[in-house]
């Protein structure tokens, strides 16, 4: 037990918050790989062709043309935040809606985007319908939502924002949070975090970061992330005193 006692202390008397700041003192890229994968694809926009593009990037791309042509890019953000959302979690009535008119037998994909629109409106634009619409003209309906993924995570590297879990025992206090979305943003070249914060008494103390989710707005899984919780702390030394 006397490794783990001393574990305790030790981490009692550093503080999770200078563990952190040794944490951030490996150098760091100049941005992160959303915000490098977005300057790689406005380069293929400006340089003639020079990149290859994928078929969701396009329809993304003439999704952000059309919005900003009608002076609807606000309006058509929500829209397809919106749709993003309620395809993953609809009510049980939409849901049994939808459903039924999208496998009604002989169905078009025209039939089935009108339907769409119709179902899962009033959406705040003449721009995202209409977009629905035309998806369906070229037999792409069905890449709807992959392609409202990809929107969204344009945005969140356009505008240099990269969510952020942190997971604690206790909630944080703001100054708390404030560090952590300070050194984070730092760490990961971005000008700003959208912190999540998740409370896990069985931390015990100190906190755990998790970050670069596939989707921006649906975090489930990091893809990175850093424990400076008191539980791990006590397990990495029940383990060396074994």
């Given at each position: ?74 309006a058509v953000t929500k829209d397809v935040m919106r749709y993003k959302r309620l395809r993953e979690k609809m009510t049980a009535d939409m ?102 914060q998740q409370v896990d008494p069985s931390l015990l103390s100190g906190f755990k970061i998790e970050w670069r989710y596939t989707d921006p ?26």
């Open positions: 037990m006397a490794p783990i006692r001393s574990a305790a202390v030790c981490l009692a008397a550093v503080g999770a918050w200078n563990l952190l700041s040794q944490a951030f003192v490996a150098p760091r890229p100049s941005m992160s790989p959303r915000t490098g994968h977005v300057a790689m694809r406005a380069a293929s926009n400006t340089a003639g062709g020079g990149f290859a593009r994928g078929p969701l990037v396009v329809y993304m791309d003439a999704l952000i043309d059309a919005a900003n042509n009608a002076g609807e890019s606000v849901q049994f809606e939808l459903a039924t008119a999208l496998n009604q037998p002989g169905t078009s994909e025209l039939e089935q985007a009108s339907a769409t629109v119709e179902i899962m409106g009033p959406w705040e634009s003449t721009v995202f319908p209409k977009f629905v619409t035309f998806l369906a003209k070229k037999r792409r309906f069905k890449s709807l939502r992959a392609i409202c993924e990809e929107y969204v995570s344009f945005l969140y590297a356009r505008e240099s924002i990269e969510p952020v879990t942190v997971f604690s025992a206790a909630k944080l206090t703001d100054e708390q949070v404030d560090k952590i979305k300070a050194k984070m943003a730092d760490k990961l070249g971005v000008r700003d975090i959208k912190l999540i707005e649906n975090p489930l899984i990091g893809a990175e992330s850093i424990d400076l919780s008191l539980q791990s702390a006590l397990e990495q030394a029940a383990i060396s005193g074994r």
